[in-house]
């Protein structure tokens, strides 16, 4: 299990908590700083 697999399960628990549409703009930028 790679490292990055916990922070992405805890940041679509917080998206789903908060709302997709303020916290999705955010995950795509997580992503896009990791790849």
Do not use: I
């Not at 703009?25 to 990791?34: D, S």
């Amino acid at each position: 299990m790679q490292t990055w697999v916990l922070p992405a399960l805890l940041g679509l628990g917080l998206a789903s908590a908060t709302g997709l549409r303020t916290f999705l703009p955010l995950l795509m930028l997580a992503l896009a700083a990791r790849f």
